[in-house]
């Protein structure tokens, strides 16, 4: 459990509850020249831990907008512990971008000191819940924050999980106080894939808990056997079902920093803007009716 | 009752060796077979990987063609996955097992390049440090060279190859086909110094006895053991060259024994 006191710290320049987009290499030098109107920006972590080049555009670009480092690479869910050399590298990126926000996945991608470069799914279990808990203990420690933890998309369930996704992810908020990183397109996708109620997932989580939302396109699949499976590549526009799941969120948590990510057939920026401009529509009317409420 | 890390175990076999038979057990079907589950995520993580050895083996990539490269990263990801979750890291062995691969021993030089695009690769992600500022020439002249020694930029690789590699390297990027054709591949082996400038990678051609002289250095050993190993070197124009290109952070003098690197002077 991490302490109070460093659980409230406040971070230098915080993460307005506005819409943001996910900054990749070939829009580095696009952002750093002409300074688009968005809210803050959010990078892959695993992406800014050497020298040189890419690690300066953003020190460049962060002077002008508020950051989240979102990792990919950590393994939370690995059974043999963090791979302590990684940690390290990211508290010393953390260390130079000063973000606002610091997350990571419910998943893991080590086993047996191989990376597997992916986001793996967890069985749902006790010794899983008290596994991934124990890690973000240790992370929270060292990184001396609190960090976000975001829901996976997945492909396959295993025999022998027991909890229920929405119900093992706030556990691990209530248990480490971390909070939860909401990926509406993640929770869309596996409640398609698996058969479960995404609206009774986004009912199951802890408001006070969820400190980012994410938004990407995903593709649907159809397999030799005819069935449809939805694969989250990140590689189209926000589709229209988690689009109106997103408005159903909103209307749960109030107004969050909601980013849009693409990573496959990255667009120009000028659509991932326009995507932004979609969501900051659907904030702002959140955040009428929320001024509603407390007039009345 | 299986343990996360026997199920851990389990699937990292199922993604990296291709032997589903153990992980299979442990998915349920729920109307899709546990083997086409376990696919989705293994295209994912091959995907992945071979695209973080396009990335950093560039030259490879252009010189043997998407189809060629992706048959040969998936046999080597195999042999050789990550050891970590830092894919700029990923893979210095890819040269190793080019230089092995039967299928390759059609491109006698493809190893050499691999090396090459290796050393570009880590010098485009070493560590940032600052290079010896080159006014401290001045104190080294003054002050008993020849028992100096160097600690290296973490960007700086020394790459020997049996073919012009650093030509090739750069028709292929460029994809200039007529530097290509101009190329003599037999004219004798070529001595490399490759790191990081204000602009990006830059790779020098140097004589034989510069590059013994410039291995020395970086291996730490003193200029007069480097200027002894070198033979025929102009060691105080070639130290001059480096320091001025920010090739060495820190120097030290040998006290017979042990050492202790310092800081830049300024």
Same mark, same amino acid.
């Given at each position: 459990?991490?302490?109070?006191?460093?659980?409230?710290?406040?971070?230098?320049?915080?993460?307005?509850?506005?819409?943001?987009?996910?900054?990749?290499?070939?829009?580095?030098?696009?952002?750093?020249?002409?300074?688009?109107?968005?809210?803050?920006?959010?990078?892959?972590?695993?992406?800014?831990?050497?020298?040189?080049?890419?690690?300066?555009?953003?020190?460049?670009?962060?002077?002008?907008?508020?950051?989240?480092?979102?990792?990919?690479?950590?393994?939370?869910?690995?059974?043999?512990?963090?791979?302590?050399?990684?940690?390290?590298?990211?508290?010393?990126?953390?260390?130079?971008?000063?973000?606002?926000?610091?997350?990571?996945?419910?998943?893991?991608?080590?086993?047996?000191?191989? $990376? &597997? +470069?992916? *986001?793996? !799914?967890?069985?749902?279990? %006790?010794?899983? @819940? =008290?596994?991934?808990?124990?890690?973000?203990?240790?992370?929270?420690?060292?990184?001396?924050?609190?960090?976000?933890?975001?829901?996976?998309?997945?492909?396959?369930?295993?025999?022998?999980?027991?909890?229920?996704?929405?119900?093992?992810?706030?556990?691990?908020?209530?248990?480490?106080?971390?909070?939860?990183?909401?990926?509406?397109?993640?929770?869309?996708?596996?409640?398609?894939?698996?058969?479960?109620?995404?609206?009774? $997932? &986004? +009912?199951? *989580?802890? !408001?006070?808990?969820?400190? %980012?939302?994410? @938004? =990407?396109?995903?593709?649907?699949?159809?397999?030799?056997?005819?069935?449809?499976?939805?694969?989250?590549?990140?590689?189209?526009?926000?589709?229209?079902?988690?689009?109106?799941?997103?408005?159903?969120?909103?209307?749960?948590?109030?107004?969050?920093?909601?980013?849009?990510?693409?990573?496959?057939?990255?667009?120009?920026?000028?659509?991932?803007?326009?995507?932004?401009?979609?969501?900051?529509?659907?904030?702002?009317?959140?955040?009428?009716?929320?001024?509603?409420?407390?007039?009345? | 009752?299986?343990?996360?890390?026997?199920?851990?175990?389990?699937?990292?076999?199922?993604?990296?060796?291709?032997?589903?038979?153990?992980?299979?057990?442990?998915?349920?079907?729920?109307?899709?077979?546990?083997?086409?589950?376990?696919?989705?995520?293994?295209?994912?993580?091959?995907?992945?990987?071979?695209?973080?050895?396009?990335?950093?083996?560039?030259?490879?990539?252009?010189?043997?063609?998407?189809?060629?490269?992706?048959?040969?990263?998936?046999?080597?990801?195999?042999?050789?996955?990550?050891?970590?979750?830092?894919?700029?890291?990923?893979?210095?062995?890819?040269?190793?097992?080019?230089?092995?691969?039967?299928?390759?021993?059609?491109?006698?030089?493809?190893?050499?390049?691999?090396?090459?695009?290796?050393?570009?690769?880590?010098?485009?992600?070493?560590?940032?440090?600052?290079?010896?500022?080159?006014?401290?020439?001045?104190?080294?002249?003054?002050?008993?060279?020849?028992?100096?020694?160097?600690?290296?930029?973490?960007?700086?690789?020394?790459?020997?190859?049996?073919?012009?590699?650093?030509?090739?390297?750069?028709?292929?990027?460029?994809?200039?086909?007529?530097?290509?054709?101009?190329?003599?591949?037999?004219?004798?082996?070529?001595?490399?110094?490759?790191?990081?400038?204000?602009?990006?990678?830059?790779?020098?051609?140097?004589?034989?006895?510069?590059?013994?002289?410039?291995?020395?250095?970086?291996?730490?050993?003193?200029?007069?053991?480097?200027?002894?190993?070198?033979?025929?070197?102009?060691?105080?124009?070639?130290?001059?060259?480096?320091?001025?290109?920010?090739?060495?952070?820190?120097?030290?003098?040998?006290?017979?024994?042990?050492?202790?690197?310092?800081?830049?002077?300024?």
């Amino acid at each position: 459990m991490l302490p109070p006191s460093t659980a409230t710290r406040l971070e230098r320049g915080p993460i307005p509850a506005r819409a943001g987009i996910g900054l990749r290499f070939p829009h580095h030098r696009v952002v750093a020249e002409t300074r688009p109107d968005v809210a803050w920006l959010e990078v892959h972590t695993e992406n800014y831990l050497g020298g040189g080049a890419t690690p300066a555009w953003l020190d460049a670009i962060r002077r002008d907008y508020p950051i989240s480092c979102h990792g990919v690479g950590l393994s939370l869910g690995t059974a043999e512990g963090l791979d302590r050399d990684h940690l390290a590298r990211i508290g010393r990126a953390v260390e130079r971008f000063a973000p606002a926000l610091v997350s990571e996945h419910l998943s893991w991608s080590v086993a047996g000191g191989q $990376y &597997l +470069a992916d *986001l793996l !799914p967890l069985p749902l279990t %006790e010794e899983a @819940l =008290a596994v991934v808990c124990r890690n973000v203990d240790e992370t929270q420690e060292f990184l001396r924050r609190r960090i976000l933890i975001e829901n996976p998309s997945s492909y396959l369930r295993y025999r022998h999980s027991v909890i229920p996704e929405w119900e093992f992810l706030a556990a691990v908020a209530a248990r480490t106080g971390c909070g939860i990183l909401c990926d509406v397109n993640n929770i869309y996708v596996s409640a398609q894939n698996h058969g479960w109620d995404a609206s009774a $997932y &986004l +009912a199951a *989580l802890p !408001p006070a808990a969820i400190g %980012e939302i994410h @938004l =990407a396109g995903h593709a649907v699949r159809r397999l030799d056997d005819g069935s449809v499976l939805r694969i989250d590549d990140h590689g189209s526009r926000v589709a229209p079902a988690v689009w109106m799941l997103y408005a159903e969120a909103l209307d749960r948590f109030g107004p969050v920093p909601t980013l849009i990510e693409w990573d496959t057939d990255i667009p120009p920026l000028a659509t991932l803007l326009d995507e932004v401009r979609s969501a900051q529509a659907l904030l702002d009317r959140c955040g009428r009716k929320a001024g509603h409420a407390d007039a009345a | 009752m299986l343990t996360l890390h026997e199920l851990q175990r389990d699937v990292a076999r199922a993604l990296i060796a291709r032997d589903d038979a153990a992980a299979v057990m442990h998915v349920a079907a729920d109307g899709l077979a546990p083997a086409a589950r376990l696919a989705v995520y293994r295209n994912t993580v091959v995907a992945g990987l071979t695209t973080a050895l396009r990335l950093s083996y560039p030259a490879v990539h252009r010189l043997v063609g998407a189809a060629f490269f992706e048959s040969a990263a998936q046999l080597f990801l195999t042999a050789q996955p990550p050891r970590g979750a830092c894919l700029d890291d990923y893979a210095p062995g890819f040269a190793d097992f080019l230089a092995g691969f039967a299928p390759a021993a059609a491109i006698p030089y493809l190893a050499g390049v691999a090396r090459l695009d290796w050393a570009v690769n880590r010098a485009l992600h070493a560590p940032d440090a600052d290079g010896l500022d080159p006014a401290s020439l001045a104190a080294i002249a003054t002050a008993g060279e020849p028992r100096l020694r160097f600690v290296p930029h973490p960007s700086v690789g020394l790459v020997r190859a049996e073919h012009p590699v650093d030509a090739i390297w750069r028709a292929v990027l460029a994809q200039d086909d007529a530097a290509m054709a101009a190329i003599e591949l037999d004219a004798g082996p070529v001595f490399l110094l490759v790191r990081r400038a204000a602009n990006g990678p830059a790779v020098t051609r140097l004589t034989p006895a510069a590059w013994q002289f410039t291995v020395s250095l970086c291996d730490g050993r003193t200029l007069q053991d480097a200027i002894a190993t070198a033979g025929e070197v102009d060691a105080a124009a070639m130290l001059a060259e480096h320091l001025i290109n920010g090739v060495f952070t820190a120097f030290a003098f040998d006290e017979g024994g042990g050492w202790q690197p310092m800081e830049t002077l300024r």
